[in-house]
């Protein structure tokens, strides 16, 4: 068991690594809230949870910097299950590099059919954290392997495309 | 990305969050829509298919992947399915990290299980306490039994045998042969 003195992750539990089948009910909230609130809906979902549950991760992003939120990844995917990750500190941003998405893979293996818009979650969740912590966030790939990259917003990344976000299939 | 590691912290959130965007019924419907139908629907199918054995594989399998220090006891008869549970994964995980965003993260249980056992043909008897303690007892819809005497299922393990499980009746929610969130009793 990490301590919280031990984790930059802000929320600690017993478990090392999470239970895979909650990724069953993550990608069955999209769906409810898509079906419910249409896209706009669930975008302010994901922003607010951005800004609201992850308030405590941004404000260490704010004052750790890009070192900090490479270490916070690296710890965060640790404790998702079979999650094949690589997080690589650049000069002027830190890329995430998802080689086998958790989610994904485990959605894949229970038979779910996972809602179109799964990837774009990380983009309007990260981005609104980022831009909590004074940084910018772009996406590119999905559908179980892609970068995320952080940068300070002084560092001008092109804005999103999200024709760079590829729909996840089941 | 929303993990699985912190899942309890951001799906109480997500509780609240519907709450102040759709009420109280969007809250009910996503239990049953969202978890009830769609994210458990292997419970679901387990529990209408094989009745107390389906309930014995989905919470033997779900409880020792959440819970793999055991703080649950699982008891169960032909007629009677029943669950103790000392040290809950899942609210223990909100107490230690200090999160609240809805009023009672408790009622989820029984808001996607209730309807589930509904449509499977069984009512549930439960407490709980708000601390990470709580039981339940399953029963067949036509059962008369109900809130089982202290220990007559659950043995040494029944946590209404802890010192700690509240002797006073308002500290705890309780539910008698129910299948709604709502029926709760105080």
Avoid at chain 2, 56 to 61: C, D, I, Q
Avoid at chain 2, 101 to 127: F, K, L, Q, S
Avoid at chain 2, 164 to 169: L, M, R
């Amino acid at each position: 068991m990490k301590s919280p003195s031990a984790s930059v992750l802000p929320y600690v539990d017993t478990k090392p690594v999470g239970s895979a089948d909650f990724y069953f009910a993550v990608n069955a909230t999209f769906r409810f809230i898509l079906g419910r609130l249409g896209r706009e809906g669930w975008i302010r979902y994901l922003e607010e949870m951005g800004r609201g549950y992850f308030d405590p991760v941004n404000r260490q992003w704010s004052r750790d910097g890009l070192a900090g939120l490479a270490r916070y990844w690296r710890e965060f995917f640790q404790a998702e299950p079979n999650a094949v990750v690589n997080v690589v500190e650049l000069p002027d941003r830190v890329e995430v590099r998802v080689s086998e998405c958790p989610a994904i893979k485990h959605l894949r293996a229970g038979q779910r059919e996972i809602v179109r818009e799964y990837c774009q979650h990380c983009f309007y969740l990260g981005s609104a954290r980022a831009e909590a912590a004074g940084l910018t966030m772009r996406l590119a790939g999905g559908n179980g392997s892609c970068c995320h990259t952080f940068a300070p917003a002084a560092t001008g990344l092109a804005p999103q495309d999200l024709q760079q976000i590829r729909e996840a299939t089941s | 990305m929303i993990g699985c590691y912190d899942f309890c912290g951001h799906y109480e959130w997500t509780f609240g969050w519907m709450e102040r965007t759709g009420g109280h019924p969007l809250v009910r419907d996503y239990w049953n829509e969202a978890i009830n139908h769609d994210s458990q629907r292997h419970a679901r199918d387990l529990i209408r298919n094989e009745g107390i054995p389906g309930m014995l594989k989905y919470w033997g399998h779900t409880l020792l992947e959440e819970s793999p220090d055991l703080g649950f006891n699982i008891s169960h008869r032909d007629d009677v399915f029943r669950i103790d549970f000392h040290d809950c994964p899942s609210r223990g995980f909100l107490l230690k990290n200090g999160l609240k965003n809805y009023r009672d993260y408790c009622d989820h249980c029984m808001g996607w299980t209730g309807p589930m056992m509904a449509e499977a043909g069984y009512v549930i008897d439960h407490e709980h306490s708000h601390q990470g303690q709580c039981w339940w007892e399953v029963r067949a819809a036509s059962a008369t039994g109900g809130h089982s005497p202290v220990g007559s299922v659950a043995g040494d393990k029944d946590i209404r045998l802890r010192p700690e499980w509240p002797k006073d009746p308002a500290k705890l929610d309780r539910y008698n042969k129910a299948n709604d969130p709502d029926q709760k009793l105080k």
